[in-house]
Each structure stands twice: as structure tokens, then as C-alpha cells.
Antibody, heavy 122, light 112 residues
Framework: EVQLLESGGGIVQPGGSLRLSCAAS????????MHWVRQVPGRGMEWLSR???????????GYNDSVKGRFTISRDNAKSTLYLQLNSLRADDTAVYFC????????????WGQGTLVTVSS | NFMLTQPHSVSESPGKTVTISCTRS????????VQWYQQRPGSSPTPVMY?????PSGVPDRFSGSIDSSSNSASLTISGLKTEDEAEYHC???????????FGGGTKLTVL
């Protein structure tokens, strides 16, 4: 059974940092692109970032302009874990952050984690 | 780049059929696959349609997807509505010009 389990959310002050983790199980993690998506409570979804299977090449990662330069996606295939480093956090970064598995063929996401809540507040 | 626009809410009675639209602002709706996700309150999204009209395993055939080039939109149709179908539905597509994955704003389906 495919499982994605996010952790690392919490309350952080504006300008602060957090590192989110997503522990994957039930599939060959190193064979899939992975993504981070967020949702402001009560509002729509926003795609944030993706990484290819390796995550090590200059073209391995991509970002939404809203987070480019502040957020960094990475992965450790040996640990079957996806990460998102969040820096220079702002109040409008407050959201539930989901990790998702890429279906392939640019056909969206076939599995989602349960999400982890990040609250940016002083 | 483009935007995906969905109605904010729709409602229908049990047993009836409802269609939720997702309109692409520019470029052809057929140019990139459209997916649909169901999100019940307090839960994470689950896919109910991918590649315009393909149902993931376990999704009942009451759910169907289509695209319409004349209106440049995708649609998710749910027939034989059940109260368990009450949820938020999000459409999603890929923007190859920006290498971004885009979502519509979501549609709240009420089954009353």
C-alpha cells in the first residue's frame, strides 16, 4: 500500500524557516517524480515544487514563482524521503502542505499524503 | 501561461446528475491532460479522473470526464448522485510553457 506521511509543520514567526519531510512507503520511491502542493484552509490548491527521480541534476527541480528562491525541494532515495525547506516565511505561506506522487505523462498526482499544517504568525 | 476556472459551488439532489466545468483561459484544453480530485472535509484529495477521461481503480463508473474544444473546458460528470459524493472537486492541468502544475479554484458540490 502506497503511503506518504508528512511531518515538520508547526508555528513559525515571519522570516523564520521550517523543514518539511515526507516519508514514503509501499512503492519504489526512487522511481518516481514527487511534488509539494499546498492549500490555504478553505481555499484552493497551489502547486509549489517538483523533483525528478534523482533530484541531483540542475534540471531536476522546478518551482512555482511564488516560492522560487525561498523554498528548496530535495530527496533522499536511500531513506525514501522527500523534503521541502521553507525559508523567509511570510503570513501568506500559512497553509496545509501535501506531498504527492507524480502519475507520469504529466497526468497529475496519483497519491497524496495527509498534509502538515504550517502557520506563520508572530 | 493560463488559468483554470471552476464554478464556486453546485448543488443537486440524490440520484440526479451533475456536471462541474473547468475552463482553460488560453491555449487548447486538449493540449495538456486534465485531472480531477475529490476532497472531502478534513481529508486530503484523491484522484477521481486523469488524462481527461480515465478513472483510477476503485472510482465508480458514475464518474466520467470529458473535454470540449468549443468551450475550451473540461467537465466532470457524476450520475446517480449519492450523499457521499458531497465534497470539493479540483481540476488540474500542466502548463508546459512554465513547467508548472496548475489547479482550478475548486467547486463545492452539495448533495441535498
Amino acid at each position: 500500500e502506497v503511503q506518504l506521511l508528512e511531518s515538520g509543520g508547526g508555528i513559525v514567526q515571519p522570516g523564520g524557516s521550517l523543514r518539511l519531510s515526507c516519508a514514503a512507503s509501499g512503492f519504489n520511491f526512487g522511481g518516481y517524480w514527487m511534488h509539494w502542493v499546498r492549500q490555504v484552509p478553505g481555499r484552493g490548491m497551489e502547486w509549489l515544487s517538483r523533483t525528478d527521480e534523482l533530484g541531483t541534476r540542475t534540471t531536476s527541480t522546478g518551482y512555482n514563482d511564488s516560492v522560487k528562491g525561498r523554498f528548496t525541494i530535495s530527496r533522499d532515495n536511500a531513506k525514501s524521503t522527500l523534503y521541502l525547506q521553507l525559508n523567509s516565511l511570510r503570513a501568506d505561506d500559512t497553509a496545509v502542505y501535501f506531498c504527492t506522487r507524480d502519475r507520469g505523462r504529466y497526468a497529475g498526482f496519483d497519491f497524496w499524503g495527509q498534509g502538515t499544517l504550517v502557520t506563520v504568525s508572530s | 501561461n493560463f488559468m483554470l476556472t471552476q464554478p464556486h459551488s453546485v448543488s443537486e439532489s440524490p440520484g440526479k446528475t451533475v456536471t462541474i466545468s473547468c475552463t482553460r483561459s488560453s491555449g487548447s484544453i486538449a493540449g495538456n491532460y486534465v485531472q480531477w480530485y475529490q476532497q472531502r472535509p478534513g481529508s486530503s484529495p484523491t484522484p477521481v479522473m486523469y488524462e481527461h477521461n480515465q478513472r483510477p481503480s476503485g472510482v465508480p463508473d458514475r464518474f466520467s470526464g470529458s473535454i470540449d474544444s468549443s468551450s475550451n473546458s473540461a467537465s466532470l460528470t457524476i450520475s446517480g448522485l449519492k450523499t457521499e459524493d458531497e465534497a470539493e472537486y479540483h481540476c488540474q492541468s500542466y502548463d508546459s510553457s512554465t513547467d508548472n502544475w496548475l489547479f482550478g479554484g475548486g467547486t463545492k458540490l452539495t448533495v441535498l
